[in-house]
């Protein structure tokens, strides 16, 4: 098993460094997730289902009437609607009308509700979850929220600021590559190895795991 300092070398010689430093994001601090409120985050939670599949950019330019359609992404308010809301959406030519993604923001908002009077706001439950339990985070989102199973929850995490890294194809066959990791996205056993791996990693070089998972699907 390479150390990473041979992969982040692999990953210049492939990429360069400006090349490399320049697709490196920084994650939010735990006090700038806290400060998110709890409708920002349904909208993004929302935007990531609702643009799974589509271009990020028809969906963005969508955005604004979503905000109107699902009362600004109040959690309180969406968790609330009903089938004759549901029906309202559907004939709404300004938005996405996918109803199975529809029923999932009337969930995933009356879920983010819960968890608000769990833990005072959805940004104190991100930051609840330690670095070295990024799996149990994963799999709670799958199976408080729809449609955030797979690689959705980890992406969802990674636009809201929340330090993860992603098993992306690239990220997968890094893995395979250094680790000799088979089928990290599929085998759970797996996953859990990846986890621990990563965490090896963020502590031998102190970066952010979002950092960590770039350098590698770069470096093959």
């Given at each position: 098993?390479?150390d990473?300092q041979?992969?982040y070398?692999a990953a210049?010689?492939?990429r360069?460094?400006v090349?490399l430093?320049?697709r490196l994001s920084?994650?939010?601090n735990?006090?700038?997730?806290?400060?998110?409120?709890?409708?920002?985050y349904?909208s993004?939670m929302?935007?990531r289902i609702?643009?799974?599949?589509?271009?990020q950019?028809?969906?963005r330019?969508?955005?604004?009437?979503?905000?109107?359609?699902?009362?600004?992404?109040?959690p309180?308010?969406v968790g609330?609607?009903n089938?004759?809301?549901?029906?309202q959406?559907?004939s709404?030519?300004?938005i996405?009308r996918h109803?199975?993604?529809i029923?999932?923001t009337?969930?995933?908002?009356?879920a983010?509700?819960?968890?608000a009077?769990?833990?005072?706001?959805?940004?104190h439950y991100?930051?609840?979850w330690?670095?070295d339990n990024?799996n149990?985070l994963?799999?709670?989102?799958?199976?408080?929220?729809k449609h955030?199973g797979?690689?959705?929850?980890?992406y969802f995490?990674r636009?809201?600021?929340?330090?993860?890294f992603?098993?992306?194809?690239d990220?997968i066959?890094?893995?395979q590559h250094?680790?000799?990791?088979?089928?990290?996205?599929?085998?759970?056993?797996t996953?859990?190895?990846?986890h621990?791996q990563?965490?090896t990693?963020a502590?031998?070089?102190?970066?952010p795991f979002?950092?960590?998972?770039?350098?590698?699907a770069?470096?093959?």
């Amino acid at each position: 098993m390479a150390d990473f300092q041979t992969i982040y070398d692999a990953a210049i010689n492939r990429r360069g460094e400006v090349d490399l430093h320049a697709r490196l994001s920084t994650p939010s601090n735990n006090d700038e997730l806290i400060g998110v409120s709890d409708d920002r985050y349904l909208s993004q939670m929302a935007f990531r289902i609702f643009s799974t599949g589509l271009r990020q950019d028809m969906v963005r330019g969508k955005w604004p009437e979503f905000e109107q359609a699902f009362h600004n992404f109040d959690p309180a308010r969406v968790g609330f609607m009903n089938e004759e809301d549901l029906d309202q959406l559907l004939s709404n030519e300004r938005i996405i009308r996918h109803a199975g993604k529809i029923k999932a923001t009337f969930h995933n908002a009356a879920a983010m509700h819960d968890i608000a009077h769990e833990c005072g706001g959805f940004g104190h439950y991100l930051v609840g979850w330690t670095p070295d339990n990024l799996n149990g985070l994963w799999l709670d989102l799958g199976k408080r929220f729809k449609h955030l199973g797979g690689n959705s929850g980890p992406y969802f995490l990674r636009m809201v600021g929340k330090d993860t890294f992603t098993l992306s194809n690239d990220v997968i066959r890094g893995l395979q590559h250094w680790c000799g990791l088979e089928d990290a996205a599929k085998n759970k056993s797996t996953i859990k190895l990846a986890h621990e791996q990563f965490n090896t990693w963020a502590k031998q070089t102190g970066r952010p795991f979002c950092q960590i998972s770039m350098i590698l699907a770069l470096s093959v």
